[in-house]
């Protein structure tokens, strides 16, 4: 877990009483409304439709119980009693007085949070694997590297007014739950001949120009991690461009240039600095790697361990399809990691009431050592649970809501606050998706369609990854009226593809049978046990296309 030391604090409540003086004095009319703009960009606010929307940084998603439930009153006493987890492991008030947030920032601050760098043009929260230390298939745990960028990013003076915003993300194993080729800065753990270090990978991200970001460098030494970010970031704030809001981004630069021509320019600037203040020495490396000790697992045989559960799981059809879809594998014999799905039908993906938050602190600290993690697809996940506790823990999360066996089906959706909440909105997305869980609410059905993402933004922004989901909902605006743009074919996996266009838009009626349509489709024509997104790719767009618009006869 990342933890604040004297001077961590110092800095974080001089930001919340400097906070609370520009508030003050904004209120009383002597600060205008565009010199109160950065102040509150720099502090995580924003202005929305209806009314502030405060985003609080989770470092890699990780957030230990106390923490947990200061949210939860947070949300209590200063919101509507619920919070929304973001798909940049990231939380969201929905409804702050303005006035209260300086009181807000002092209650993040005493469980050492706070919501510096979550908006403006800086680099934002450093994103990670929800499975991150636990996962089987992972190389190195990525934890030690997200809190060493976190504490080189986070009130770094050079960077603090870059051309537009900046995302990190790092993955520790084979497979990329981390979405790392969508993100301005990539960053892939691999090894070679026993060393540790990493595949760099920059120029990615949706929103109106989408791109998959490309490989600059495919073997960097992990004492070089900071130094060669710091290039990075440094090339790009010299010559991304600032006349543009639009074309201000890397991954536009990255085009302009070429990556190996942007690629060559990063070495350059990295030969100067990299034996300098950036370089990790082994002392930091191991610092940073304390911060990740394993939890007092016990000791089980494994072998003993899995026979039980599957014993209580064959007694128990509801137990054991929970425990198919919403529990994942361990690399600690006898453990589980479990994701709390946040997506019942109804309520908006993502969306946690005071309660529930309350709820996840209670079940980490019963069932796994404290701690829980907010997760890139809007869940929350438990990392170390005894397999011998899934059969209470389970039915603890029931009660709470929290247990539809849904992880990675259709129904377990990526949406956007859209059009309820958000001001940039072109068109509402949690009613489509409500629309969407209602139609397909069969569970045998879902089952057998298999993993499919389906993700929705109402607007190009992207917020709600349209471009990467294997099925993508976008919210367009057609002279004043909402319709929905599908689009198919994209994934934020180890091998990232851009979704492709569908056709013209919808109106928010035709949603579900569009989609109906789509998975008609796929299941008429996929081999056996062939996923979505590989049938799409064996077929091409053409057949969707013509199923999907074809006129009635
Ligand atoms: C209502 C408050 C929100 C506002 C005003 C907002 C605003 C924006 C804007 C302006 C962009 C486009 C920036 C760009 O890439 O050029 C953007 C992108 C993005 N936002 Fe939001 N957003 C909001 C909520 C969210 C939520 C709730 C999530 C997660 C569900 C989210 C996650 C993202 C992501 C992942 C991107 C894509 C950036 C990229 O890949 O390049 N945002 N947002
Ligand atoms: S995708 Fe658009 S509508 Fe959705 S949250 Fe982002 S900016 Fe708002």
Known sequence: M????????????????QFRNQTERYLSGELSEEEFLPLRLQNGLYIQRLAPMLRVAIPYGLLNSAQLSRLARISRDYDKGYAHFTTRQ????????????????????????????TSGNCIRNTTSDPY??????????????????????????????????????????????????VHDIGVQIVERDGEIGFAIYVGGGQGRTPVIAELIRDFLPEQDLLSYLEAIVRVYNQLGRRDNKYKARIKILVKALGAEEFGSRVEREWEQIKDGVDKLTPEALAWAKTFFTAPDY????????DTALHAEAAEDRAFSRWLERNTFPHRVPGYRAVKLSTKPTGVPPGDVTDRQLDAIAELADAFSFGEARITHDQNAVLADVEQASLRALWQSARKHGFATPNIGTLTDMICCPGGDYCSLAN??????AEAIQRRFDDMDYLYDLGDLNLNISGCMNACGHHHVGHIGILGVDKKGEEFYQI????????????AKVLG?????????????????????????????????QRIGLQPFKE???????
């Not at 990342?2 to 009483?17: F, L, P, Q």
């Not at 007085?97 to 002092?106: F, G, H, N, R, S």
């Not at 016990?298 to 361990?305: I, L, P, Y």
């Open 2 to 17: 990342y933890r604040y030391d004297d001077r961590d604090h110092a800095i974080i409540s001089e930001r919340v009483a």
């Open 90 to 117: 990231n939380l969201q008030f929905n409804w702050p007085q303005l006035e209260d947030v300086p009181d807000i920032l002092a209650e993040l601050a005493e469980v050492e949070m706070h919501a510096v760098q």
């Open 298 to 305: 016990k000791q089980f045989d494994g072998a003993e361990s």
């Open 427 to 432: 068109a509402k997305s949690i009613p489509v």
């Open 547 to 553: 199923k999907v618009y074809a006129k009635a006869s």
């Open 504 to 536: 013209p838009s919808f109106s928010r009626a035709e949603v579900p049978d569009v989609v109906g349509k789509i998975l008609d489709l796929y299941v008429e024509h996929r081999h056996p046990e062939e996923l979505f997104l590989d049938t799409y």
């Open 132 to 181: 991150a230390g636990v996962a089987r298939d992972e190389i190195a745990d990525p934890r030690p590297y997200c809190e060493l960028i976190r504490q080189w990013s986070t009130f770094h003076p050079e960077f603090a007014f870059l051309p537009r915003k900046f995302k990190i993300a790092v993955n520790g194993a084979e497979s990329d739950r981390a979405a790392i080729r």
């Open 487 to 498: 689009q198919l074919g994209g994934s934020s996996s180890e091998s990232a593809s851009l």
